[in-house]
């Protein structure tokens, strides 16, 4: 079977890593459906993009919606090859610890790792028929936080201990691994009204190779991962940061 009649589908496709992910994938071949609550911005880059792509509206916290998402998305051509769970509530920071809102913290799991659980157990049966794949997005502040940032930090960490059950218990019928991004610099991606201002050159420097991460240096990887020469490669958790996990850093 040829990548050209693959099938991947993309959560919060729309906007950022997602709309990288999308757009990198159609340009390799795959049919990809993504969703995205975000029905402007979705429909415009179907649009953009053609009729290798197909957006659907639905919100990964609700069961309801991922299931009729999941039901539309493989009758689109049939089948389901691949999911990337990169769908998300973005911005790591929700105050102090003890004012943290219960609601604030619960939207958080709900979006960030009950919505990737939702979308994987909805998608297995139409993935174990093609020996498929799933690829979680994750984020390397599940390893290193900085303060007032404990929803965001337990979701990510939460998708990487999701990330090598589901591969246990889906193996092997269907390859299940992670991807931690570091700092990836989306602006680009974010449809701003005024143009955003230059990275620095110290932004890039303080990494150890040299830059700012991409859209596609994440959506590289997971077309890796999603591909049949990652057969061998389950339950893993690959850190993209420049380095910057592995940088000893101490105040002067």
């Not at 890593?17 to 993504?34: C, H, K, M, S």
């Amino acid at each position: 079977m040829t990548n050209e009649a693959r099938v991947v589908l993309v959560t919060g496709g729309a906007r950022g890593i997602g709309r990288g992910l999308v757009q990198f994938l159609a340009d390799r071949g795959w049919q990809v459906a993504f969703c995205d609550v975000d029905r402007e911005q979705g429909e415009w880059l179907q649009e953009r993009l053609g009729d290798q792509v197909r957006y659907f509206q639905a919100d990964v916290a609700s069961e309801a919606e991922v299931a009729g998402m999941i039901r539309a998305a493989t009758d689109w051509h049939g089948r389901l090859d691949a999911v990337i769970n990169n769908a998300g509530l973005a911005g790591p920071e929700s105050g102090p610890v003890e004012e943290l809102d219960l609601a604030v913290w619960q939207r958080r799991l709900d979006v960030n790792l009950t919505g990737p659980f939702l979308v994987t157990k909805h998608a297995v049966p139409h993935l174990r028929k093609n020996g498929g794949a799933v690829v979680n997005i994750a984020s390397t502040r599940a390893l290193q936080s900085e303060p007032d940032t404990e929803a965001y930090a337990a979701t990510k960490g939460g998708i990487v201990a999701l990330t090598h059950a589901l591969a246990m218990s889906l193996g092997p019928e269907i390859r299940v691994n992670c991807i931690s991004p570091g700092w990836i610099d989306t602006r680009a991606w974010q449809d701003m009204e005024e143009k955003a201002p230059p990275l620095s050159e110290s932004d890039h420097r303080q990494h150890p190779a040299g830059r700012v991460g991409e859209p596609r240096d994440i959506a590289s990887l997971a077309a890796f991962l999603i591909s049949e020469e990652a057969g061998f490669i389950t339950g893993q958790n690959y850190v993209v940061d420049g380095g910057m996990t592995r940088k000893m850093i101490y105040e002067d």
